[in-house]
């Protein structure tokens, strides 16, 4: 994640983290363990934050989504290939 961010920092510009481990997290909804809960997911911000989330979607392997709204911020993880777009947190 950190090579990932790197990258993105080198592309777009500036990231700035807001959540990495976060113990006990739950995925909002469902009640399963987020994988913020064992240190494999970073939540960010980003200029350009859609042309960055379009980058990550064909760049990365792991879980990409992107929060738009009150929250307005991109998540990725190392879990499996999955893509999201969710208004508000």
Do not use: E, P
Not at 7 to 15: A, C
Not at 30 to 57: E, M, P, Q
């Amino acid at each position: 994640l950190k090579s990932r961010l790197s990258q993105l920092s080198s592309k777009f510009g500036g990231v700035k983290v807001i959540s990495t481990y976060r113990k006990g997290a739950k995925i909002r909804g469902t009640g399963r363990r987020s994988k913020h809960a064992s240190c494999k997911a970073v939540d960010f911000k980003i200029n350009n934050k859609w042309a960055a989330y379009r980058w990550l979607a064909k760049n990365h392997s792991g879980g990409v989504g992107i929060y738009s709204g009150k929250c307005n911020h991109i998540h990725i993880d190392v879990g499996g290939k999955a893509r999201w777009q969710k208004k508000g947190c």
